[in-house]
């Protein structure tokens, strides 16, 4: 224990087993770029291309111009342009302060368990066992069903008097009466982290299963042979080989839980008197009210604190590995 | 050269295929379709409405109805979407909350000059003729009337020791707090705190300022003020949030529509505000027995009368439809004879003809009290509250989070009240 151990830096450093690219038997010759070929390239590319943008781009477009027009569903005819007002009204809405705190503690409650139950779920599974395809299927299965859905069920499971969380919490004697949780301020937020976390886990679990099954064995048995424990093992051969995975994953897992309406809105529909609002949420109620033009000023707004986050998020972390 | 060109052509025909607009709706060759597009879609009233779709083609060859049943939660939005394009829309239903914003915007085709002269209005009742024709014009015909009784336990009240159903707001509040029960899972009022749950709130304001309810806009005092900043408007709240402290599941802080029905249905609850159409869903529970359960008129406040907040929706036309004189024989039948009674019947909907009066089905069981109410309408005001403005759902938006508010301790009646006398007063002198 505690000895040299071998890391994928030095795993990359040892001379490559296989052939080279480019030298000796199966490597392609270096084709020229000419115009021709350049034709293909776009002719490939362009379904695609129009694809995106029609589809991502102009509706992107369209919406951001209607941050700054009065588009209201009382009178299209209309829609004027008004400046930056509609951010105003955004930024000296009441409800705002707690619409952001909650978006915080949506994110931060519902990824962090997220993460180290899908983490440890994928390192179960990684392991040979009986069933072990059963097991998948059945973990794998809530990324397969609806968010709304989800909420619509959880909502009922978590209702205080009929639902089947309370009843089973009473069975074993957890709590003598039932617990209004949706009704009350305090256990509301909690009950929808609950959902989105059941929701969430089979994310993390497919994606690191995945990455941990491109691990190769003779690291880890060249690992074991060095004398590093399980723990070591993982921190410094198994989480290093896998970062980037980890790194993306997280990083879209933050950007669709910001995104990520579905379960509260089926659940509480933001409330009780606002107390689940997360962004997106309240965006689908000032949609539904017709507020057009707010609406599109807070879609921009998310944007771009998720494009800063992004930017921040994927630097910070070039940063640590370039130190490294 | 030729196969990069082929590569680039199949390249553009896929993207043309992958983002290609459908075929325009119109006249074909055979006839005439016209599309037709439902807000409050369920699959059973969508199945009665094909049925009568059928007979509406069978009698009138050469025309064709394709009917489009979005989901009810996005299905007001999709209409408009469609609306605003000025296309593939030709017969819609027109629900009270959106005919305002769908006007304003001159989507909808004024009925009165297609309906001059119709038959049909002769058999219809005042209230229906009232709701059609208003006074900027015909945007719809209701095809039916939504309206509160409350659904009670007649085995829980009487069980409690009282002789027979509540008739006042304070008398609920007395039978549903001696009924609450909760070590035993009974409750005695199906509170509705979640979406839409002003409305209940609204209704006892209206009942105990009734003498001086202005009927054309419930929401006014006869003086021109607001309702809520009448006196009797506080001992109003006051009640109803007692209905909740001392008489409601905890949990229903956060309750709509089918939590309340599923309290009532399930048993939980003894008493139940609601329109008729929970009649057939109550009607086919399993855990309460028919004998067990009735209806009873809406409630009234302290001086004995009681304010009923029509509600309605009904088939309108597009403004910009190409084919008015079918679409006008379209909402002429539906709204007219077998094909209105059918739909009211099977959508437990208060009928908009006269003709349904003298229907046993009306004048028996759970439909008596809507009999009994309209027979006393000078008890039983029918009102009309102010739900075709353009910002009614951001008031029930602001009024559904307030409800809220004050049950869990943020906000107290008073300060209610004041908020929606604010609100209200402001959006009057701005209209």
């Known amino acids: 224990m505690g000895g040299r151990v071998t890391t994928p830096e030095t795993i990359a450093r040892r001379p490559a087993a296989g052939p080279r690219p480019g030298s000796g038997r199966g490597a392609a010759p270096r084709r020229a770029f000419t115009g021709r070929r350049a034709l293909t390239i776009l002719a490939f590319l362009a379904p695609a291309a129009v694809f995106v943008g029609i589809f991502t781009y102009y509706p992107l477009l369209t919406g951001a111009q209607m941050a700054f027009r009065d588009w209201n569903l009382s009178n299209f005819t209309d829609a004027s342009w008004v400046g930056l007002d509609n951010f105003r009204t955004v930024l000296h809405d009441p409800v705002l302060p707690g619409v952001l705190r909650n978006t915080v503690i949506w994110v931060v409650g519902s990824l962090v368990p997220q993460f180290v139950i899908g983490f440890a779920i994928a390192l179960w599974l990684r392991r040979h066992f009986r069933f072990r395809g059963l097991y998948q299927a059945l973990i794998f299965y809530p990324w397969a069903v609806s968010g709304f859905l989800i909420g619509i069920l959880f909502r009922w499971m978590f209702n205080g008097e009929f639902g089947v969380v309370n009843d089973l919490l009473e069975k074993v004697g957890l709590i003598d009466s039932p617990v209004p949780w949706l009704a009350q301020p305090s256990t509301a937020m909690v009950a929808v982290l609950i959902a989105n976390i059941w929701y969430g886990v089979t994310f993390f679990a497919i994606m690191i299963l995945a990455a941990l099954q491109s691990v190769p064995d003779e690291i880890l048995e060249a690992a074991a042979l060095d004398g590093a424990g399980r723990t070591r093992t993982l921190l410094q051969i198994v989480v290093p080989y896998i970062r980037i995975t980890l790194t993306v994953t997280v990083l879209l897992r933050v950007i669709w839980i910001f995104n990520f309406p579905d379960i509260i809105y089926g659940m509480t529909g933001g409330g009780p008197a606002d107390k689940t609002h997360i962004v997106t949420t309240w965006l689908i109620q000032v949609t539904q009210r017709g507020d057009y033009g707010v609406a599109a000023a807070i879609g921009l707004m998310v944007l771009v604190v998720l494009l800063m986050f992004s930017v921040f998020y994927l630097l910070a972390l070039r940063e640590r590995g370039v130190k490294r | ?431």
Not at chain 2, 14 to 29: E, H, K, P, R, Y
Request: aromatic share 10%; charged share 20%; proline share 6%.
């Open chain 2, 1 to 431: 050269m030729t196969k990069t060109l082929r590569l680039l052509g199949a390249g553009l025909v896929t993207a043309l295929l992958v983002t290609s607009c459908g075929s325009s709706a119109g006249s074909s060759d055979d006839g005439v379709e016209l599309k037709m597009v439902e807000s409050l879609t369920n699959p059973a009233r969508t199945a009665v409405l094909k049925g009568l779709i059928e007979d509406f083609e069978a009698a009138n060859p050469g025309t064709t109805v394709d009917l489009i049943s979005p989901p009810t939660n996005s299905a007001d939005q999709k209409i408009q979407q469609m609306l605003q394009s000025k296309k593939g829309i030709d017969v819609l239903e027109v629900r009270d909350t959106t005919v305002g914003p769908f006007t304003a915007n001159g989507w909808l085709r004024d009925l009165a000059p297609d309906l001059k002269g119709w038959a049909g209005w002769a058999d219809m009742t005042q209230q229906a003729v009232d709701y059609a024709q208003g006074e900027d014009g015909t945007w719809y015909i209701p095809y039916g009337f939504y309206g509160l009784s409350l659904f009670y336990r007649k085995d829980l009240v009487e069980k409690a020791g009282f002789a027979g159903p509540p008739a006042s707001w304070d008398e609920l509040l007395q039978q549903a707090s001696a009924i609450q029960d909760p070590d035993a899972g009974t409750y005695g009022y199906a509170f509705r705190g979640g979406t839409n749950g002003n409305g209940n709130l609204v209704t006892a304001i209206e009942a105990y300022v009734a003498d001086d309810l202005d009927k054309a806009n419930a929401f006014k005092t006869t003086d021109g003020k607001s309702i809520f900043a009448a006196p009797e408007a506080l001992t109003a709240a006051q009640t109803y949030f007692d209905l909740f402290e001392k008489a409601s599941p905890p949990s229903s802080v956060a309750w709509g529509y089918p939590e309340m029905v599923e309290g009532f249905s399930n048993g939980s609850t003894a008493f139940l505000l609601q329109d008729p159409e929970v009649i057939a869903t109550v009607g086919q529970s399993t855990a309460i027995k028919p004998d067990q359960w009735g209806t009873a008129p809406l409630l009234v406040g302290p001086t004995g009368k009681a304010a009923q907040p029509v509600a309605t929706a009904g088939w309108g036309m597009s403004a910009s439809t190409e084919h008015a004189a079918e679409a006008t024989k379209l909402i002429e039948f539906l709204s007219s004879g077998e094909a209105s009674t059918t739909f009211t019947k099977e959508n437990s909907l208060v009928p908009i003809l006269t003709s349904a009066a003298s229907d046993p089905y009306y004048s028996e069981g759970p439909w008596a009290s809507y009999v009994t109410m309209t027979n006393a309408p000078d008890t039983y005001l029918s009102v009309i509250q102010p739900r075709n403005v353009d910002w009614w759902t951001e008031w029930t938006q602001k009024a559904d989070g307030d409800v809220q508010r004050v049950i869990t301790g943020d906000m107290t009646p008073a300060e209610l009240l004041a908020g929606w006398d604010a609100y209200w007063v402001e959006k009057w002198a701005a209209a």
